[in-house]
């Protein structure tokens, strides 16, 4: 078992950063990939981002690409998306998952946290 909690989320004007974390319980966050995904007003989760159980290479929504960077601590159990040059269109609750495997589909991992709000505004 795995307990996502996300933190971060809040209020920014278009342009602007924001640094979402998810911090995770238990002693095994490093056996599993980790991504954030999100979800507009009315729409369907979208993915962000993931990145592996090490670490490696990520992968990243085209959306996203050059403006958002996901990381991972595994000494702290913690995933972090940094959100730079931030568009309205940014605009959604956003969640970290855990999975085996770094997926972009939501179905594919097993544990996800409550969301976390991030509201850009003009």
């Known amino acids: 078992q795995v307990q996502l909690v996300e933190s971060g989320g809040g209020l920014v004007q278009a342009g602007g950063s924001l640094r979402l974390s998810c911090a995770a319980s238990?002693?095994?966050?490093?056996?599993?990939?980790m991504g954030w995904f999100r979800q507009p007003p009315g729409e369907e989760r979208e993915f962000v981002a993931a990145?592996?159980?090490?670490?490696?290479?990520?992968n990243y929504a085209d959306s996203v690409k050059g403006r958002f960077t996901i990381s991972r601590g595994n000494a702290k159990n913690t995933v972090y998306l940094q959100m730079n040059n931030l568009k309205l269109e940014d605009t959604a609750v956003y969640y970290c998952?855990?999975?085996?495997?770094?997926?972009?589909?939501?179905?594919?991992?097993?544990?996800w946290g409550q969301g976390t709000q991030v509201t850009v505004s003009l």
């Open positions: 990145l592996s159980r090490s670490g490696g290479i990520p």
């Open positions: 998952a855990a999975g085996g495997y770094y997926s972009t589909i939501p179905n594919e991992y097993d544990y």
């Open positions: 238990g002693r095994t966050f490093s056996r599993y990939a």
